[in-house]
């Protein structure tokens, strides 16, 4: 069996893996590149999208989801397995993701006609997206899917967004049986609407995420508190409060805590809460009306709580002042009036969508907050503003950022680093590998570090474009190693080695010549001495490692 890694390696998005066993190719995921690496979406595909006979989707976002009616277009004619709720969220998800396409490359087309430059044609049309459905085949979660008399498959609850799987795979070969799970995108335990992520009990392989591979998200028991006082404050000063969020998932858990929220303060009168009840709150985004349809139609894998809530009569995806705007001219409206309220929009990461136009329009104001509640990939405008930008470029204008800007991670739809340890820890028997995906590179690193010392699981983080055989349980092999890697090891050379132990040498002789002024001319409180001593010993520490690099490479 081979495993391809083709997406969601160098960062978050575009998740995609190529198992190929015996005759067979199953792809899991075929998401969207977004952000920095949304030029991947134009190159052709490592493999060919015909010779695939499944693919199993984890779930609808668009970065596991959204190059599915690009791989039908391409050639794709196998079955598309996923959860039910995944399929319906699909069927509106693909779609707007090629409205979107669609949308911009008309906007590109219309300032290169006018430059006399060539016309673009989307990644994949309405049509497209269309056409990609037919291949779809919703499964139940915990049924037992033959896909053939070697290939068996298995979908279970990963608490992340509606109809989120964590998938797992028995390959037989002869008597030998290899079991690979594929983790998808992890949730949180005690996230509103979903269930916790369903526990594995075992696996010789794990192809697993790691978004939040070295962080602790810090306020999940007060993510409600939290956001309920950044609203007040930003409303009693009469701001509107921005909440970028995905769509789907994001935008009914936020409505889902606001009903909570309301409903355990129903007898507070005269207070801040009563106030607080009156403020609109506008879901705009067409996706955001239809996605919480599918969520009423799918209460079925509700959690507990909110199953009771439906029990008692309390529909816990609308309350008094929520309100969802449909048409252009209503979204465009909310910016003409200067009531306090809340606006809910999407892309979550700010990218596209109407969420710009808010943005253009309540950045520069101080009385409005910006909320955000989801991850910002690197490279995007959420992560832009999130991380302190001064000043964006929106709809070719400069826009100043005066709006308060916050984080509130507990809302985070994928478990932290104790989520996914505990995770892991579930598994009664040690898988034998842990292959490493969907994350920054330092969150994954960190990750393995601690996979290694706290479960001594071995783990891969592989590149883009790898392939590793398995052999049998425990029988690995990287038999396509990735360009950057053989660049990485080919500078391990002697050449390379004495040229870096030089430079290094230079640098502590420049550094120690400096320290030697600082002593003699500047009084200790305006420069740190500390500072240098510090330097001149990294590059003594430095200086160490090298040689024991020129060891090992031969010299
Ligand atoms: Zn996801």
Redesign the pocket.
Known sequence: MNIRFMGAVKGVTGSCHLIEFKDKKLLLDCGLFQGRDEELNYQEMDFDPASIDYLLL????I??SGRIPLLVKKGFKGTVYCSKATYELCEIMLLDSAHIQEMEVEWQNRKARRAGKPLVEPLYTQEDANKSLEYFKPVLYDQIIRIDDNITVRFNDAG??LG?SIIEMWFKDGSEIIKVVYS??IGTKEKPILNDPAIIDYADYVIMEATYGNRVHEDVEKRDETLINIILKTVLRGGTVIIPSFAV?RTQEIIYELNKYYDAHLSDFGTSTNLLKNVPVYVDSPLAVKATEVFKRNAGVFDEEARDLLKKGDNPLKFDNLHFTQSVEESKALNFSDEPKIIISSSGMCEAGRIRHHLKHNLWKKNSSIVFVGYQAEGTLGQRIRDGAKKVKLFGEEIHVNAEIYNVEGFS??ADKNGLLNWLKGFKEKPCRLFIVHGEGQAKEDFAKEVEQQLGIECIIPEYNEVYEIKGRGQVECVQVSKERLAAYSKLSPEHVQQMMEELNEMREMFQHTLGQVQEHVSSESISIENYTLINNILLNMKNDIMNLSMLSGK
Request: aromatic share 0%.
């Open positions: 984890s779930h609808s976002h970065d596991h992340h967004v989120s998808g995108d998932g739809g994928h």
